[in-house]
């Protein structure tokens, strides 16, 4: 089965700095990749995804994700952090079943 | 309404007591997935429906899990006789096509359960 591990339990960053959480997934075949945030209190939200094709994937409030196969990886990256991005951050993977695994989660703190 | 909605938002339940959740889909949507989530954890699958079918329920983590969708909407996660290890945030999904597709995932806000 597909699983995810997230390295960093949390990140703090400056606004306005760079941001990159990492991603690594375990799959035998090529997985569908999510990126969801969740701020207190809320349901989780799509930031981006890969299926296929362009492995630079762009997404919501900036955010952007690259696929890279050799290293299992699909990690997470923002140019410049605002305050408004500190919230818990989850990747996830999904096999082309009904059961999608998701890591134990990022959470991202926003120093001004 | 345009997104998906849980009900209640938070729940706290004596321990043996039996509790039902609630998941209104957004219209249309086929596939409804419900998730556990435990405090500084990321979500763990429970169960997935096709309209009324469910057709996985491999994540239920016991039977006092019991999930239903009989008209091919709304759906009720019940549980029996709650354990205070049950005690987490409970996510409705839905999506509107057959399983795992590349329209990804709209959440609910989930209902937190707390069983004292």
């Known amino acids: 089965a597909q699983s995810v591990t997230q390295p960093d339990i949390h990140i703090t960053v400056s606004e306005g700095a760079s941001l990159e959480l990492r991603c690594n997934y375990s799959?035998?075949?090529?997985?569908?990749l999510f990126w969801y945030v969740q701020s207190p209190g809320q349901g989780l939200q799509l930031l981006l995804k890969y299926f296929s094709g362009d492995t630079l994937v762009q997404g919501i409030k900036g955010f952007e994700a690259e696929f890279k196969r050799s290293q299992s990886s699909f990690n997470l990256r923002k140019p410049s952090v605002h305050w408004s991005d500190a919230a818990e951050y989850f990747c996830?993977?999904?096999?082309?079943?009904?059961?999608?695994?998701f890591g134990a989660g990022t959470r991202l703190t926003v120093k001004p | 309404g345009a997104g998906v909605s849980q009900s209640p938002r938070y729940k706290v339940a004596k321990r043996g007591q039996d509790v039902a959740l609630r998941c209104d889909p957004i219209?249309?949507?086929?596939?409804l997935f419900w998730y556990q989530q435990a405090l500084g954890q990321g979500p763990e699958f429970l169960t997935y429906?096709?309209?009324?079918?469910?057709?996985?329920k491999s994540g239920l983590p016991s039977d006092r899990f019991f999930a239903e969708r009989p008209e091919g909407s709304v759906s009720t996660l019940k549980i029996q006789r709650t354990q205070q290890e049950d005690s987490a945030v409970y996510l409705c999904?839905?999506?509107?096509?057959?399983?795992?597709?590349?329209?990804?995932?709209?959440f609910g806000s989930g209902t937190r359960l707390t069983v004292v």
């Open positions: 429906f096709q309209n009324e079918a469910q057709l996985d």
């Open positions: 996830a993977v999904g096999a082309g079943n009904n059961d999608m695994r």
């Open positions: 799959y035998g075949a090529t997985p569908y």
């Open positions: 219209s249309g949507h086929v596939s």
């Open positions: 999904a839905s999506t509107p096509g057959a399983g795992l597709s590349n329209y990804g995932y709209t």
